[in-house]
């Protein structure tokens, strides 16, 4: 199969801006071009569907809804923690990431949605659930990825490996 269009197992890298609601969340724009592995989850499902195919310098708008982005907000998604399962000495506030182990000891980001002397409320949505997500992207290169980098299923960049 020829190799000069965005498919699973290539490394894509791409220049980017993600805009919601009118505003500009992220762009590559400071860090320089994004890469990732075709196939492997490592970018929103929405978005690497409407990528494949594209050639290098090809460019395209991207509007993924909540469903293939960071999901339906759900409003079940909240959890009363007592303020004593925190450390004292900690100062909450509204808004604030934490990551918390559940009974799998999976780890999982949650946010601070309000807070009292008793009670803590967490939410864990995403802060983008609900979000529609408009991407545009272009892709500037693409290469093979490394034995390595195909084991573990994500790219390693220069002088970083996890
Ligand atoms: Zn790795």
Redesign the pocket.
């Given at each position: 199969m020829s190799k000069d269009s965005v498919q699973d197992g290539l490394v894509v890298s791409m220049e980017y801006k993600l805009i919601v609601d009118g505003e500009l969340l992220d762009s590559s724009d400071g860090a320089g071009p994004l890469q990732f592995l075709v196939g492997y989850g490592n970018v929103i499902a929405g978005l690497e569907k409407e990528m494949m195919g594209m050639k290098i310098g090809d460019s395209k708008d991207v509007v993924v809804q909540p469903e293939d982005g960071y999901g339906e907000f759900d409003d079940d998604a909240f959890m009363d923690v007592p303020r004593t399962e925190f450390p004292a000495d900690m100062e909450l506030e509204e808004g604030m990431e934490l990551h918390v182990t559940d009974e799998d000891g999976e780890h999982q980001a949650a946010y601070v949605a309000k807070f009292d002397d008793k009670t803590v409320q967490l939410d864990f949505n995403h802060p983008l659930a609900g979000a529609e997500l408009h991407f545009s992207v272009k892709v500037v290169a693409l290469r093979d990825p490394t034995e390595?980098?195909l084991?573990?299923?994500?790219?390693?960049e220069e002088g970083h490996?996890?």
């Amino acid at each position: 199969m020829s190799k000069d269009s965005v498919q699973d197992g290539l490394v894509v890298s791409m220049e980017y801006k993600l805009i919601v609601d009118g505003e500009l969340l992220d762009s590559s724009d400071g860090a320089g071009p994004l890469q990732f592995l075709v196939g492997y989850g490592n970018v929103i499902a929405g978005l690497e569907k409407e990528m494949m195919g594209m050639k290098i310098g090809d460019s395209k708008d991207v509007v993924v809804q909540p469903e293939d982005g960071y999901g339906e907000f759900d409003d079940d998604a909240f959890m009363d923690v007592p303020r004593t399962e925190f450390p004292a000495d900690m100062e909450l506030e509204e808004g604030m990431e934490l990551h918390v182990t559940d009974e799998d000891g999976e780890h999982q980001a949650a946010y601070v949605a309000k807070f009292d002397d008793k009670t803590v409320q967490l939410d864990f949505n995403h802060p983008l659930a609900g979000a529609e997500l408009h991407f545009s992207v272009k892709v500037v290169a693409l290469r093979d990825p490394t034995e390595e980098e195909l084991d573990h299923g994500h790219v390693h960049e220069e002088g970083h490996h996890h």
